[in-house]
């Protein structure tokens, strides 16, 4: 049956090109993978992947600045803040995380197949 099936694969991808038929080849012996995707959820987690990347962009920075900044004693004060607005973003981490899953969840009530909202970055 799996011969059969192979042949037929085959005689399509030669219909379709030479591409085709590399990629038919490269994959045999994979299981096939199905992605749906609503254009809308694409874009809502795309804008909240990229609000994640810049608050990790931004906590990366504060601590480095405040690193810096507790090499000198005059600055100690300034580095002290920097630390607390860094630890602050951190906690803004899991409040990104949690609304784009809310959102996600709320534009998924009509869908009739479950969200994969369970999927963090």
Known sequence: M???????DDANAKRRGPDARRANRSAEGNQRL???FGRDELVIRQRYEVLSIVND???GIWFVIG??????????????????????EMLIRPVIRLA???HLQRINAHATSPAEAEHDF
């Open 2 to 8: 799996s011969d059969a099936r192979s042949e037929v």
């Open 57 to 59: 962009i931004l906590i």
């Open 67 to 88: 690193s810096f900044f507790f090499f000198y004693e005059s600055l100690t004060y300034y580095g002290t803040w920097l630390f607390l607005i860094g630890s602050i």
């Open 34 to 36: 199905t992605l749906h």
């Open 100 to 102: 784009r899953r809310l």
